[in-house]
């Protein structure tokens, strides 16, 4: 029920949509105020969660056991992997790919077209219970993070940087910078690097196994958000 009374639904979804069974849509919790709201095409896989005051836009793919927390924006065609967490109050843009056990917490801000490999971690507090402030990182759009990063609490990471794999990210990083190692020192991305995400690898809304292959982002405006 709303303030006046009214009944609401805990989430509306759009046209098309794939919701398998055991998948929790508009949990509730204390102060939210708004349904979960997903765009057209969603497929939720089983064991999912998403909380309410959450909206999601069209082409949707999770798989299983994802949670979702609320206060979330997430744009069109974002495919988020299995067991990944996003805890409340993130903006992530269009089409963002992060792979599977993926954990990023509350104030992470994520642009357009980023890819984010496996078990990487963002982190959004310096002093966890040594002092209050809670400063997510800045990941800028066309950014690629490899598998097993850790990206530090407020470190900003510059538009088509390129993150590898198993870095430890504790300053920022300026836009086109290939980032690498323990504390990860920076280059210039050598020439073997493109210096863009591909949008035919992040779009298409392709499974796993190359079903739900679909082509329509060609027709549709790719402009960064
Ligand atoms: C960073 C990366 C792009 C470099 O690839 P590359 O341009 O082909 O470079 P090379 O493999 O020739 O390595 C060049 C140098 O960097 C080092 N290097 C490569 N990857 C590194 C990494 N992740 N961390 C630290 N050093 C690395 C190499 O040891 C080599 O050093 P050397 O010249 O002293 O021998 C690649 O190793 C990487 O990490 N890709 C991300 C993979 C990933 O996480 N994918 C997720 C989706 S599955």
Redesign the pocket.
């Known amino acids: 029920m709303d303030e006046s009374g009214q009944e609401c639904p805990d989430y509306l979804v759009g046209a098309n949509a794939q919701i398998d069974p055991g998948v929790t849509l508009g949990y509730r919790y204390p102060g939210d105020s708004q349904p979960t709201r997903i765009g057209d095409h969603a497929i939720i896989r089983s064991g999912s969660i998403i909380y309410a005051n959450t909206t999601i836009g069209h082409r949707f793919q999770c798989g299983h056991q994802v949670l979702i927390r609320g206060e979330i924006t997430i744009g069109d065609r974002c495919v988020v992997h299995h067991k990944c967490t996003l805890e409340g109050r993130l903006k992530i843009g269009h089409g963002v790919k992060i792979?599977a056990h993926v954990y990023v917490p509350s104030r992470t801000t994520i642009g357009d077209f980023v890819f984010i490999?496996?078990g990487t971690t963002f982190l959004n507090a310096k002093y966890p219970m040594r002092e209050g402030t809670v400063q997510g990182a800045i990941i800028e759009e066309h950014v690629c993070i490899?598998?097993g990063v850790t990206i530090c609490p407020g470190v900003r990471i510059g538009r088509s940087s390129?993150i590898?794999?198993?870095?430890v990210v504790n300053k920022d990083v300026p836009p086109g910078t290939?980032a690498?190692?323990v504390p990860a020192r920076h280059q210039a991305l050598?020439p073997?690097?493109l210096p863009e995400n591909l949008l035919e690898q992040l779009l298409p809304q392709t499974d796993l196994f190359g079903a739900h292959h679909d082509e329509t982002w060609k027709t549709e405006n790719w402009t960064s958000s």
């Open positions: 792979m490999g496996p490899g598998g390129f590898a794999a198993g870095a290939l690498m190692g050598p073997n690097i």
